[in-house]
């Protein structure tokens, strides 16, 4: 059983940057895929990255060209670089992996592995 923990989170200014990371207790070279979705109240979940083994990886519109998402395997961390952060991306971020799935199973929120959640907020 693999456990993945979210740290990184905090209270950033509209325009700064943070970078979320995720570590699990086993290795992530097994997984597929692997992922980063974020909850904010009142709104629907988003998944906003993905990264296989493959090294592919792929953004939800609305965070392209300022997220950035890496895997170093060697550490069994994700990571999330987030720049340009602005108030709507205010949410708690969850980190997701599967090992016998896709990145489509990631889009339907089918995964094996979620860890606890980490608070962004962006705000003046």
């Known amino acids: 059983q693999v456990q993945l923990v979210e740290s990184g989170g905090g209270l950033v200014k509209p325009g700064g940057s943070l970078r979320l990371s995720c570590a699990a207790s086993g290795s992530i070279f097994s997984m597929n895929a692997m992922g980063w979705y974020r909850q904010a109240p009142g709104k629907q979940r988003e998944l906003v990255a993905t990264s296989t083994n493959g090294d592919s990886t792929a953004y939800a519109d609305s965070v392209r060209g300022r997220f950035t998402i890496s895997r170093d395997n060697a550490k069994n961390t994700l990571f999330l670089q987030m720049s340009s952060l602005k108030p709507e991306d205010t949410a708690v971020y969850y980190c997701?992996?599967?090992?016998?799935?896709?990145?489509?199973?990631?889009?339907?929120?089918?995964?094996?592995?979620r860890g606890q959640g980490t608070q962004v907020t962006v705000s003046s």
């Open positions: 997701i992996g599967t090992v016998g799935g896709t990145v489509e199973s990631l889009g339907q929120y089918e995964y094996d592995y």
